[in-house]
């Protein structure tokens, strides 16, 4: 009898009502994972695309080759910027539910895959983020007050009204701007690098994307540009288990990790504990280092996981357990850091306490002076007329007579 | 009009260390058209780079290449072939400067073979001039001659605005007056076949009056310039021929003074009639020019089919077309 062929049609391990199931997510112990030279040939390394690269343990001790040679200074930098991420997210929600801004995206549980790659570059290194590394634009020095400015869309607004909130840039500090188009920064990242190449210098481009965008035709552009030109980029994909209500397998994440990509494009693949900071920060300086010394393109695969919404236009209880979160094995990134710099005798309980209330206050603060710049509903209001500025670099004449045709029906100049 | 495509990127290669050339074939090869032919050996493997065969890569990285402070010139082969593209094009490219206030921009041309008449069917005879348009943010230009296609491409180069290129293949080699039963003529004996060797520069938005005339105004653009002069010829009307150039942004201007004085338009091009560039250019004369207008506005297009292999010159308005075309517009009102 002939067997006809039948669709496999990827399930999530838990929906609503089950009990979490992250059984699917294959873990290393921490220092397990050899560490291999940057100039390794990408057929000796495969392993990395598969294993799981951790340095932090279960009592928060950092084991084996990837622990970085990182000073306490500089793990309090990390842990004070993703509090401060998740402070700033957590009331940027707020705001948003109280209606003060049309939309938000928190990065809560994954704020170690924006700080601890964004330490390991250099100020002169590109930076083209996805929507939900606001810890990068954070690290490096963004204002919060500009933040929430772009939020608001304000008279202080950098995208001058143009954009949803959270799609910030930031020119001086090489941050790019964000698409709402998903992977269409992975290809540019990449040409960026092969631009610094060209000419001659020696900055280096990273870019993030999630898992679900991994299936995205940019992608493979991304991989194959990367690979074929040796470009000095280091390619990130955060596997945060959802793509709003999608879940990892129908990216093709069920057979093969993401980090597998790479090495079947020519490049390292490596798959790494994503709520990790330490080892966030070693496999990214693993990669940036192997970039800036000629050594071509990495992929590396954070597996972390969603906490909150995909945005505030999502409700996640429709489609997976609730407590899902509490359940990742691979726990907080921001308490797992809390309990090695406890375990390394620099930071105590009462220090964090202090570190949050600090925190807030910040965040608070900036959004006093924030709103001093207008709301969507409190003046100031931006000037109308600045929609036809900046489509081109001069403004042309149909479009000059489009703005005077807006400005009239409104009587006159904004 | 090869030679002048290969002018133009020469030129500014030596001008301009920034700028870059990248495509499918366009190295090593010089290009299936021929039109980077040389480039590769005299600037370098780093300067004229060959591409995957990727549109979507080759736009994605010109992209990032242009944010990093290149002007980057990157060849899509067939502009049949430019969707893969697209949406870097569309949401990224036309865009960036936009949603970032011009803290980023990316100064890329896109150059890409056009049109038909070369016996390319559906997949290498397309003219989709207005599906760009339609996008707020790029600039869009059509050639129709050697001495334009140098000028125009030099200041698509150093635009800081992207602009995606056309250049009608047909009309590589030599002008096509729209009959395919005359043998091929070279650009040689053709007024604007003469190209100044250096630098130059044909401005970005600026129609060109070919020919002056009273009886009625022909707005055209790409191969069918060429056609429209024959057919006026032919129809035996004193016929002012505008060739748009650029067709965004538009030069309205001179499209405006014409029909006011001459009260009659006929409007052609290549591509297909339903929401084309031509629906464009009938609505700007029409706001611009009502009162004077002594016959309806028309228009001589491809047909709103693919571009057939065998039915080539049944599809592509050829003289005849133009010649009924112009007939209309004249015995109109």
Not at chain 1, 71 to 86: C, N, Q
Not at chain 1, 277 to 282: F, I, M, N
Not at chain 2, 73 to 96: C, H, K, M, N, T
Request: negative net charge; glycine residues 10%.
């Amino acid at each position: 009898m002939t067997k006809n062929p039948k669709l496999h049609i990827p399930q999530p391990t838990a929906r609503p009502g089950d009990p979490p199931d992250f059984s699917y997510i294959d873990l290393s112990e921490a220092g397990a994972i050899d560490r291999p030279p940057t100039d390794a040939a990408v057929r000796d390394i495969e392993y990395l695309a598969t294993g799981l690269v951790r340095v932090l343990d279960d009592d928060h001790e950092a084991k084996g080759p990837w622990a970085p040679d990182l000073d306490p200074e500089t793990l309090l930098k990390a842990l004070e910027i993703m509090v401060l991420t998740r402070a700033y997210d957590d009331r940027m929600l707020r705001i948003q539910r109280q209606g003060k801004i049309s939309f938000y995206i928190q990065a809560l549980g994954e704020e170690a895959v924006s700080v601890g790659p964004g330490l390991a570059f250099e100020d002169g290194d590109m930076m083209f983020p996805a929507y939900r590394n606001q810890g990068l634009y954070i690290l490096r020095n963004t204002g919060l007050v500009d933040m929430m400015c772009q939020c608001l869309s304000n008279t202080r607004d950098m995208c001058k009204g143009r954009q949803m909130p959270i799609f910030y840039h930031n020119r001086e500090k090489n941050v790019f701007s964000i698409s709402g188009n998903l992977t269409t920064q992975f290809p540019q990242a990449v040409g960026w690098a092969m631009g610094a190449a060209i000419k001659g210098d020696d900055h280096i481009a990273a870019s993030w994307i999630g898992d679900g965008s991994t299936a995205e035709a940019d992608f493979h552009h991304a991989l194959t540009f990367a690979a074929v030109y040796n470009a000095p980029v280091v390619l990130n994909v955060t596997n945060n288990q959802w793509a709003i209500s999608t879940f990892q397998g129908f990216a093709g994440g069920e057979r093969q990790s993401f980090a597998s990509r790479g090495p079947g494009y020519g490049m390292p693949g490596i798959r790494v504990d994503g709520n990790d900071l330490l080892a966030t920060y070693a496999v990214s300086r693993w990669a940036a280092e192997r970039a800036r010394s000629g050594g071509g393109p990495t992929l590396i695969e954070f597996v972390t996981y969603r906490g909150g919404a995909h945005s505030t236009s999502d409700d996640p209880t429709r489609y997976r357990p609730k407590d899902e979160w509490k359940a990742f094995p691979l726990g907080d990134p921001i308490e797992r850091l809390i309990g090695h710099l406890e375990q390394l005798g620099q930071w105590s309980r009462s220090q964090q306490e202090s570190l949050e209330v600090k925190m807030k206050e910040k965040v608070s603060a900036a959004w006093k002076e924030a709103i001093t710049f207008g709301t969507m509903t409190d003046p100031p209001f931006l000037d109308v007329e600045l929609m036809f500025e900046d489509v081109f670099e001069e403004t042309p004449q149909h479009l000059k007579e489009q703005r005077d045709k807006l400005l009239a029906m409104r009587g006159g100049r904004s | 009009m090869i030679q002048a495509i290969r002018s133009a990127h020469d030129v500014m290669m030596e001008r301009d260390a920034t700028v870059v050339a990248l495509g499918q074939d366009i190295g090593y090869f010089g290009g299936v058209f021929r039109c980077t032919e040389g480039l590769q050996k005299k600037y370098g493997e780093h300067r004229v780079i060959d591409a995957p065969i990727a549109e979507g890569g080759i736009i994605g990285t010109a992209i990032g290449m242009g944010v990093n402070g290149l002007r980057p010139v990157a060849e899509i082969q067939f502009a049949d072939y430019i969707y893969p593209g697209f949406d870097q094009i569309v949401s990224e490219l036309s865009r960036l400067r936009y949603r970032s206030c011009g803290d980023f921009f990316a100064p890329v041309t896109i150059r890409t073979p056009c049109g038909g008449g070369i016996r390319g069917g559906q997949t290498h005879s397309q003219s989709p001039e207005g599906i760009f348009t339609h996008i707020s943010g790029v600039k869009t230009v059509m050639v129709s001659n050697p001495y334009d296609a140098k000028g125009l491409l030099i200041a698509a180069i150093e635009s800081n605005d992207p602009v995606v290129f056309f250049e009608p293949k047909r009309i590589y080699n030599g002008p096509f007056d729209g009959d395919p039963d005359k043998p091929s003529v070279s650009w040689a004996s053709h007024p604007k076949g003469e190209v100044p060797e250096g630098y130059y520069t044909v401005p970005l938005g600026k129609a060109e009056i070919i020919e002056k005339g009273t009886d009625l105004t022909i707005v055209t653009y790409g191969t069918i310039v060429h056609v429209a002069q024959a057919a006026a010829k032919k129809a035996g009307v004193d016929a002012e021929i505008i060739d748009v150039r650029t067709l965004m942004p538009l030069d309205v201007e001179t499209l405006r003074d014409s029909v006011n004085k001459t009260g009659r338009c006929l409007v052609a091009h290549e591509a297909t009639r339903f929401c084309g560039y031509g629906a464009e250019l009938v609505a700007s004369v029409q706001k611009e020019c009502f009162w004077h207008l002594e016959a309806p506005i028309s228009r001589v297009t491809g047909w709103d089919t693919p571009y057939p292999h065998a039915f080539e010159w049944q599809y592509f308005p050829v003289q005849q077309r133009l010649v009924d075309g112009i007939r209309k517009v004249m015995e109109a009102g």
